[in-house]
């Protein structure tokens, strides 16, 4: 369920409660809801995945 924030932030967003990442993150521990958010929009923006 999107937050009242995001839904104003991100009305169009379907990053709004993702659960995991498009790639495998090179790290060793759990990333935070707004880590995967970040790591997701990188890499599309720099166009290494589609998704």
Sequence with gaps: MKSKLAAILWPNSKEVGVKEAIAPMPI???AFQH???GY???LRTMGVMEG
């Design 28 to 30: 060793k521990v759990k």
């Design 35 to 37: 880590q995967v958010q």
């Design 40 to 42: 997701n929009m990188a």
